[in-house]
């Protein structure tokens, strides 16, 4: 067992009866996917992401805006899930319940081997249109990522802009995902909060929630996290290393 992990907090993860994993861009930083912040470079890099990720930018540039999400959507095929990524489809495998809720666009935690994961802020795999929301299914991008403006798709239905299947600022997360995360919060008996600042609403409720309903929180991060429940842990280290332990010490 690693040193800096109390028995306390393992058995409270590996003898949960309901586990919520809630995770943030820091479980995929080990995989080499750029966080929101990081990810405006190059061509992007004047921008502040609440200007590049809303309708408003959508509709004023559509290729700027569909072009940075095209090219996040190419580094994404480049990247493979990583330990962080297993050891929790591990705890969905072994445990009797575990909901899984994620903050991340990325589909890593599926290529893990992780089910039912409720992505709160969408995905970068299921662009839709933007006048009539029907789902658009797009080819995987050929070749090399490239940082340029892209014209969107045409909708084959209506004939609007195709945009990313993301959450924008100022937009609604998704009602019956968000529902399940709320009611798993408030019904699980130990709550595991994966590589999140914490900083974005309404998601950044989960843990608190969890701790209010006498839940047991254990927060990995490489910064520390403050505390403010008697059954609430900070484990500072990166998912990669913390994240297997928890899981049991275990790889496959
Ligand atoms: P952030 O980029 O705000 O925070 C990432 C967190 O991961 C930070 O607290 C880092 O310290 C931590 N971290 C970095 N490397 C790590 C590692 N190897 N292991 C564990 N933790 C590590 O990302 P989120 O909290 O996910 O929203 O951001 C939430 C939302 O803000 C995103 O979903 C996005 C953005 O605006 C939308 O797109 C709607």
């Given at each position: ?175 019956r995902a968000l529902a399940a ?25 989960i843990p608190t929630m969890a ?42």
């Amino acid at each position: 067992m690693h040193p800096d992990i109390p028995q306390s907090v393992m058995d409270a993860v590996q003898q949960a009866r309901h586990l919520v994993i809630f995770t943030g861009a820091g479980v995929s930083a080990e995989s080499g996917v750029q966080t929101f912040r990081d990810a405006l470079t190059g061509l992007w890099a004047e921008f502040d992401p609440a200007q590049l990720a809303t309708a408003d930018a959508f509709m004023r540039d559509p290729a700027q805006v569909w072009g940075w999400y095209e090219w996040r959507r190419a580094l994404l095929l480049r990247v493979q899930p990583n330990v962080a990524h297993r050891a929790i489809a591990r705890l969905q495998r072994v445990l009797p319940k575990v909901t899984l809720i994620t903050q991340n666009v990325d589909d890593l935690h599926e290529r893990a081997g992780s089910s039912a994961v409720l992505h709160l802020h969408g995905s970068l795999l299921a662009p839709r249109c933007f006048d009539c929301a029907r789902p658009h299914p797009l080819a995987p991008p050929a070749g090399e990522p490239v940082q340029q403006a892209v014209q969107p798709p045409r909708c084959s239905s209506c004939g609007g802009h195709v945009r990313p299947g993301v959450v924008w600022f100022g937009e609604e997360l998704p009602e019956r995902a968000l529902a399940a995360a709320f009611a798993a919060a408030q019904s699980c008996d130990c709550l595991l909060s994966i590589g999140t600042s914490g900083l974005v609403h309404p998601a950044a409720l989960i843990p608190t929630m969890a701790s209010r309903a006498g839940a047991t929180v254990i927060h990995v991060n490489p910064d520390p996290v403050p505390v403010r429940h008697a059954a609430e842990y900070s484990l500072q280290g990166p998912a990669g290393l913390i994240v297997p332990l928890l899981a049991g010490g275990w790889l496959d």
